[in-house]
């Protein structure tokens, strides 16, 4: 009986190590694909003219404890202090302005996203980004800063106290930091000044706009909005643009409303495997197929070490000592044998057949992209 727990163990140890060989989110897609489901129309698609706007502005942040910019290295924090002190009635002599040596400011850009529908009196949150060569931004007051839109427009006037989700401390030489400090977030630091126009209810028709570009979910919105609203009350223009004619009677944000949550069955994407050569990542969806194949993957190791001696010459001859080096190079290469992997019809059947192979992320970057030219992966390849 003992045998026969440690033997379960054993067995139950190397399937675990054997599932997460290439990742825990390629086993939680194949449990949630056999789990039947309906999306809503809101989640595959948004509303035409309803969307976020990206602004910008250059500021200063003050206040800093002797982390801010090295003024000798960023003239523009300089020219920006004394264009400030200026319009507030202080003018300084061109000579002092020359030697400024301040500690205490910083030069940051501010970028904050403006919501659809905002109005003027509302608050956004706002990022505050070291432009100069700042140690830390922790403690800083951000001063008034307009914020423009695409089109040069004032939308937003940001002011705050700038909060950093890091720490650091550095003495004698040494330093410890914990996560980023040149970067800080003022929440409700900008005031919207500028309303930005919506082309929203200005027609009889609104037009939706799928997330990703899809033939069959487009067919299958319509279907669901005329199945629901009546027939011709929607059209598809193409594989993204859906145009809905609004029903009289019902109010433009009720009509939105009733159109959101319908519910519908989106089309399954395209088989896809998704590689991030950076970190190693492999992710697969899925309709991940596989063919019969053969695969052999080993490695290749190059060690060249390099020793330094001394070359001493002997006494009364006159002689220089001289440094030298002797390299020594080193090429193992690991065995690697041929395992066939059968045929795969689902995604954990692909993942078993790869988990076979033995090989790590790194090395599976190669082997996918072999086994795709080869024809036996049947997806998509796509590089982050």
């Known amino acids: 009986m ?35 489901y309906a999306d809503r129309i809101k989640d595959v698609a948004s509303i035409q003219g309803v969307r976020d706007n990206q602004l ?25 202090i004394i264009s400030m002190l200026s319009q507030l009635g202080v003018n300084m002599p061109q000579s002092v302005a020359s030697t400024m040596l301040l500690k205490n400011v910083a030069a940051v850009m501010v970028t904050a996203t403006l ?3 905002s109005k003027p009196g509302q608050t956004i949150d706002v990022t505050a980004s070291s432009l100069g060569n700042a140690r830390s931004l922790s403690g800083g007051t951000l001063l008034m800063t307009p914020l423009k839109g695409a089109d040069g427009q004032v939308y937003a006037m940001a002011q705050g106290n700038v909060l ?6 550095s003495s004698g030489g040494s330093s410890l930091q914990v996560n980023h400090l040149s970067v800080g977030r003022v929440p409700a630091g900008a005031t919207v000044e500028r309303a930005v126009p919506s082309l929203l209810g200005q027609g009889d028709y609104i037009h939706l706009e799928l997330n990703s570009n899809d033939f069959t979910t487009a067919e299958r919105v319509v279907n669901a909005i005329n199945s629901r609203l009546g027939p011709g009350t929607a059209v598809a223009q193409d594989g993204r643009v859906i145009e809905v004619k609004a029903v009289q009677g019902d109010g433009l944000v009720g009509f939105i409303s009733r159109i959101e949550n319908i519910e519908i069955d989106p089309a399954q994407g395209a ?14 969806n899925q309709l991940v197929t596989l063919d019969s194949c053969a695969v052999a993957h080993g490695n290749l190791t190059v060690v060249i070490n390099t020793d330094k001696s001394v070359s001493q010459p002997n006494a009364f001859s006159q002689g ?3 440094v030298t080096e002797k390299s020594t190079i080193d090429v193992k290469s690991d065995k690697g044998e041929l395992v066939q992997l059968p045929k795969g019809t689902s995604l954990t059947e692909v993942v078993k057949a790869l988990n076979a192979i033995g090989a790590t992320p790194q090395d599976l970057l190669a082997i996918l992209q072999a086994m795709k030219s080869a024809g036996a992966l049947h997806a998509e390849l796509e590089v982050i």
């Open 2 to 36: 003992k045998e026969m727990i440690s033997i379960w163990s054993n067995q139950m140890k190397c399937g675990v190590k054997a599932a997460f060989g290439l990742s825990v989110i390629l086993l939680l897609s194949s449990i949630f694909s056999s789990t039947a």
């Open 320 to 322: 220089q000592t001289v």
């Open 164 to 169: 950093v989700g890091g720490v650091g401390a």
């Open 115 to 117: 919501p659809p529908f």
């Open 271 to 284: 088989a896809k495997v998704i590689i991030n050569a950076r970190t190693g990542s492999v992710v697969m």
């Open 56 to 80: 910008i502005g250059y500021g200063l942040v003050v206040g800093l404890d002797g982390s801010g910019d090295q003024t000798i290295q960023t003239p523009f924090t300089v020219q920006s």
